[in-house]
């Protein structure tokens, strides 16, 4: 592979490192390879070929998986970085291309995931010229990114990469996207890499005041009903072990937003649910009788805090959070504990007496006992004949022991896979949170085994939002990718006809959606499957997809009708949750 | 309750550092009402001066927002009070109908212009001042036929800005420290904490 660069061996001022002459492209590629990239997502085309040109000799080192939109190579960057904590690495041309990078780089921001998307650019001569696929990717991706640069000269590359996979992947992750124009891509230069540690007007972690950590540990000392509320904040700063010592000193009822999940094994004791419109009912309750809320790594989405004029208005806000725009954003905190939760945790663990808290944290499980009797039971063995969403998690979690990633996609389905998935390793939860992107699923799934080969990928998809990336079945084939595809077909676009139930006198305006035959699509793409329509034969598919090796796909016919509850309808306080 | 805030911002100079500052602005519909950008006395160093009507909540999640941007140094927010400011205006008017009919001399000595350009057809004055200094002058000149006015962004000086000046320099000759505290003192900006 390297036999195409010439070694010159020009010393550099600091004696350290040599350059070598090569072009912008092998530049990236041995850019990639420093920055310990082992698999890419894209899609080739004219204004990107020059790297495609150089990529054909570095396919043994890196892995390029070619995906059938580009969408798709974001989404299945972010499964990738989800997974594994490492930094999912994009590529696709300028124009059309690059435009179609852009859902994938909302998602990724909102759910601040690292991502690098490079794109193809035009020749800089022609910037501005309407050129043939030619767009102004920069700036119409400027809200959707933490970071862009556009290099016209192939000389910036090495000290753009760096900061953009240092930027990408510090303080509080998220997209980053370099443009790269065509000529910048072949021109040569003498080539030297280091890696980015420091940028001056860049500050990823905010310093811990300990004055804060002293004061938040105060308020936890003298609560007498204290809650904790944690985000993805604790997977992203690698933080689960501090995060459960800390709870566990002072024996804290934690709950979870979506994106916080299995952070904190969901057979914990202290584990009381998940957060928000469709999450459990006690933790949504008890926001509002709390006496202190201690928020970690959470951003207090209007998901997880319904109407916000009273949303836990008695209690005492403690924030941890490592983006210091987060503080007050949404949520006034009455003590704000700046920084990396990897640190503030211990610091204010150390601090925080031993509690029992016994009859406050039985207090949740007396409410946790009324919606198990008023709806989980109904949703996880329901006494009528059609299958229900829930029954089939709870039986992939007997099989899996809550040890596979689970991959969900956005609307019914996957509030049921959130709520009742078990997880016992962190990292095991792969959802679009906050854009809820329709067809991420899938995309994320490929990334996401690509991310932990060694483990069982399971994407849980609804019949709808499928169709919207069902290109990518292509890529399973092509590639060998096992993931286990479990498409919950209820024939409706379900949450926004639950919405119509609920909301709209059951006018169901186009949410009945028509699919092809699953079964017979996923054939052709060479990819086994089969369809359950009974309860009995429920168990036995679930186990044949596990146990088969390589990708299969398993259509399970569920209840039309069937609503996600409890829920807290829009507009209304999480205290006023709906158990039916 | 709205007012008027100055945004003060200092950021890398680099290409499309405004489209990134107006985004964060004009997505939550905020209209900016002055934007000033110019080199500050350091090479590589922009200083941003924004005048935005807002309260004072929004304000101040709106500059944590700028300063989240990766090529922003340091932005700070200020009231009216809390700053000394200027605007700029530049007055074309007809020689004859002035030297005619206005006491020139009067007018300079009496709304502090100058006259930058003279010609035989058109004189060009210059004033600063506030706002409505400004404005009032426009009334002057209208009867004499004004033929074009222009009025430059408002530049202001936080009256607090102990050390700004040091600290610019500072972090020109050394990359700053890795212990810099950022948002230390949230309420109280009278420090320049790059």
């Known amino acids: ?580 | 309750m709205k007012q008027e805030y100055t945004i003060t911002v200092y950021t890398e100079d680099r290409v499309g550092m405004v489209g990134r500052l107006a985004n964060i602005f004009s997505r939550r519909k905020i209209n900016i009402e002055y934007l000033n950008t110019a080199p500050s006395e350091v090479q590589g160093i922009h200083r941003f001066t924004i005048v935005i009507q807002e309260t004072h909540e929004a304000v101040q999640k709106l500059v944590r927002q700028i300063e989240k941007q990766v090529d922003v140094l340091k932005a700070y927010f200020h009231t009216e009070e809390e700053v000394i400011w200027q605007e700029m205006g530049l007055f074309k008017v007809p020689s004859d109908s002035i030297t005619e009919k206005v006491k020139v001399e009067r007018l300079l000595h009496e709304y502090g212009a100058r006259a930058i350009a003279i010609r035989k057809d058109y004189i060009v004055f210059e004033a600063t001042g506030h706002r409505e200094e400004i404005d009032r002058l426009v009334k002057f000149f209208e009867p004499f036929g004004l033929i074009e006015f222009v009025r430059g962004a408002r530049v202001a000086i936080i009256k607090k800005s102990t050390g700004f000046h040091e600290k610019v320099k500072e972090f020109e000759r050394k990359q700053p420290a890795e212990n810099f505290e950022i948002n230390s003192i949230p309420e109280d900006q009278s420090v320049f904490s790059l």
């Open chain 1, 1 to 580: 592979m390297s036999e195409t660069i010439q070694e010159t061996d020009t010393k550099t001022t600091q004696n350290t490192t040599t350059t070598r002459r090569v072009s912008g492209s092998e530049a990236i590629l041995e850019i990639f390879l420093k920055e310990g990239v082992e698999t890419l997502f894209g899609y080739p085309g004219g204004a990107i070929m020059p790297l495609y040109d150089v990529l054909y000799h570095y396919n043994d080192p890196l892995k390029h998986i070619l995906v059938r939109h580009e969408q798709c190579s974001v989404h299945a960057a972010q499964g990738y970085a989800r997974v594994s904590g490492k930094t999912g690495v994009v590529l696709a041309t300028s124009g059309p291309g690059a435009t179609n990078l852009v859902t994938g780089l909302a998602d990724a921001m909102i759910d601040s995931t690292p991502v690098v998307c490079i794109t193809g650019q035009v020749f800089a001569p022609l910037l501005g010229t309407d050129a043939f696929q030619e767009t102004d990717i920069i700036n119409i991706t400027s809200p959707v990114t933490k970071w862009s640069y556009q290099i016209t000269d192939a000389e910036e590359i090495p000290a753009v990469l760096s900061k953009a996979f240092y930027i990408a992947a510090s303080g509080r992750p998220g997209p980053v996207l370099i443009d790269i124009t065509k000529n910048a891509q072949v021109q040569e230069f003498d080539f030297a890499y280091e890696k980015c540690e420091h940028i001056r007007s860049y500050r990823p972690k905010p310093v811990v005041r300990k004055e804060y950590v002293e004061q938040a540990a105060e308020l936890i000392n003298a609560a007498k009903k204290p809650m904790v509320i944690f985000g993805q904040g604790v997977i992203l700063g690698n933080a689960e072990k501090e995060f459960k010592a800390f709870i566990e000193k002072g024996n804290l009822p934690a709950g979870s937003t979506v994106l916080g999940l299995s952070a904190l094994d969901s057979d914990h004791p202290l584990f009381v649910g998940m957060l928000g419109m469709h999450g459990n009912y006690a933790p949504n309750v008890m926001t509002n009788e709390c006496d202190v809320l201690i928020a970690v790594g959470m951003r207090f989405d209007d998901r997880v805090t319904g109407r916000l004029d009273k949303y836990a208005k008695q209690a005492k806000v403690v924030h941890l959070d490592i983006d210091p725009a987060e503080i007050d954003k949404n949520v006034k905190a009455d003590v704000p504990v700046w920084g990396d939760c990897k640190e503030t945790l211990p610091m204010l663990t150390k601090l925080i007496e031993e509690k029992k808290h016994t009859e406050w944290v039985a207090q949740f499980k007396e409410l946790a006992k009324k919606e198990d009797e008023v709806c989980i039971k109904k949703e996880l063995y329901p006494e009528t004949d059609v299958l229900s969403m829930g029954e089939v998690v709870r039986i992939l979690n007997e099989i899996t022991g809550g040890d596979a990633v689970i991959v969900s996609d956005v609307g019914q389905h996957q509030m049921v896979a959130c709520r009742y998935a078990k997880f016992t390793k962190s990292k095991s939860n792969v959802t679009s949170g906050g854009l809820g992107t329709m067809g991420f699923g899938l995309p994320a799934a490929i990334g996401a085994k690509l991310g932990a080969p060694e483990r069982e990928v399971i994407a849980v998809v609804g019949d709808g939002g499928i169709q919207m990336t069902i290109q990518e079945l292509g890529t399973i084939m092509q590639n060998n990718i096992g993931v286990k595809i479990l498409i919950l077909n209820n024939h409706y676009l379900g949450m926004v006809r639950q919405w119509q139930e609920l909301f709209m006198q059951r006018r169901y305006s186009f949410t009945d959606i028509e699919s092809p035959d699953f079964v017979k699509l996923a054939s052709a793409y060479d990819i086994t499957s089969a369809r359950v329509e009974q309860r009995d034969q429920l168990k036995a598919a679930l186990e044949a997809m596990v146990k088969h090796e390589g990708s299969y796909l398993l259509e399970v016919k569920v209840g039309r009708e069937n609503n996600v509850f409890p829920m807290v309808p829009q507009g209304c306080s999480v205290s006023e949750i709906r158990l039916s």
